[in-house]
T-cell receptor, first 113, second 115 residues
């Protein structure tokens, strides 16, 4: 799986949009971009994933650049409960088996009141 | 709507003891994964099951680690002769199938402390 690069930490004011960047310059055409977050003492929580089109769900939006070398996770109206470590992961699209996810160190997002 | 359930939530054992950690995946999920998360680090893949078949155990750190899923549902991760470096959170995840476009859903883990 391709390697990802994320900032170590970010701050965001409560109520504002939180934009979390991720670089994945070596991504292959058959790799998805996944985002998970982990709140203290809990397991990772799936947020969203995409291949090449932008995606939106009830939690967030995922913007993938046209060359697919980077992406941005957008939390439109951040709340204090969004404080967590956010992981950007690239994952092979298909295969006979399955791949374990390769987590990096992620971005520690702190929402400020 | 039950998610992935892991038990026990916390486990303390003395060095040299054997431990068994249980994972109940989401009903109907074919794929099951185990991860190890050391303090301050992201989770690291240990092993993967598709139904009862263990298709990948490349992440298991030593032969003291053993996982099984005999009926393709509940899984158990066993660690024999535990050592202090085994102290970590052990996470289980399941997905509907193994394809790359199926998200994995995680339990809250078992925090293992070896004294």
């Amino acid at each position: 799986d391709a390697k990802t690069t994320q900032p170590t930490s970010m701050d965001c004011a409560e109520g504002r949009a939180a934009n979390l960047p991720c670089n994945h310059s070596t991504i292959s055409g058959n790799e998805y971009v996944y985002w998970y977050r982990q709140i203290h003492s809990q397991g990772p929580q799936y947020i969203i994933h995409g291949l090449k089109n932008n995606e939106t769900n009830e939690m967030a939006s995922l913007i993938i650049t046209e060359d697919r070398k980077s992406s941005t996770l957008i939390l439109p109206h951040a709340t204090l409960r969004d404080t967590a470590v956010y992981y950007c992961i690239v994952r092979v699209r298909s295969g006979g088996g399955a791949d374990g996810l390769t987590f990096g160190k992620g971005t520690h997002l702190i929402i400020q009141p | 709507g039950a998610g992935v359930s892991q038990s026990p939530r916390y486990k303390v054992a003395k060095r040299g003891q054997d431990v068994a950690l249980r994972c109940d995946p989401i009903s109907g999920h074919v794929s099951l994964f185990w991860y190890q998360q050391a303090l301050g680090q992201g989770p690291e893949f240990l092993t993967y099951f598709q139904n009862e078949a263990q298709l990948d155990k490349s992440g298991l750190p030593s032969d003291r680690f053993f996982a099984e899923r005999p009926e393709g549902s509940v899984s158990t991760l066993k660690i024999q002769r535990t050592q202090q470096e085994d102290s970590a959170v052990y996470l289980c995840a399941s997905s509907f199938e193994g394809a790359g476009n199926q998200p994995q859903h995680f339990g809250d883990g078992t925090r293992l402390s070896i004294l």
